[in-house]
């Protein structure tokens, strides 16, 4: 049974930074990529970043390139998220996402597995 597990969501302001972790357990987390999602209050969940299981290639929602920065440590089972010059608008509960498979990660459907989430807050 897979687990992931976020943490390092918070309040902080407009151009501020964060950097989310998510640990994952239950399987060999180097084999598979990760992504990351996020859910805003009355919209649907959607893509922000995904790392392949090397780590060597990464994708990222248009709405967050070149402020946020997918990353892992596969000696450490972890996935991060450094987001900076945040704004109001990435306000959202943030997902960690495991893919189903070695295969790059692109849609929703290539991830099979989610963590509980946790909230960042970006005030204006």
């Known amino acids: 049974q897979v687990q992931l597990v976020e943490s390092g969501g918070g309040l902080v302001q407009a151009g501020g930074s964060l950097r989310l972790s998510c640990l994952a357990s239950g399987r060999p987390f180097s084999r598979y990529g990760m992504g990351w999602f996020r859910q805003a209050p009355g919209k649907e969940r959607e893509f922000v970043a995904a790392i392949s299981f090397s780590g060597g290639s990464t994708l990222y929602a248009d709405s967050v390139k070149g402020r946020f920065t997918i990353s892992r440590d596969n000696a450490q089972s972890t996935v991060y998220l450094e987001m900076s010059s945040l704004k109001p608008e990435d306000t959202a509960v943030y997902y960690c996402?495991?893919?189903?498979?070695?295969?790059?990660?692109?849609?929703?459907?290539?991830?099979?597995?989610w963590g509980q989430g946790t909230q960042v807050t970006v005030s204006s």
């Open positions: 996402a495991g893919g189903r498979s070695r295969l790059f990660p692109r849609t929703a459907a290539d991830f099979g597995s």
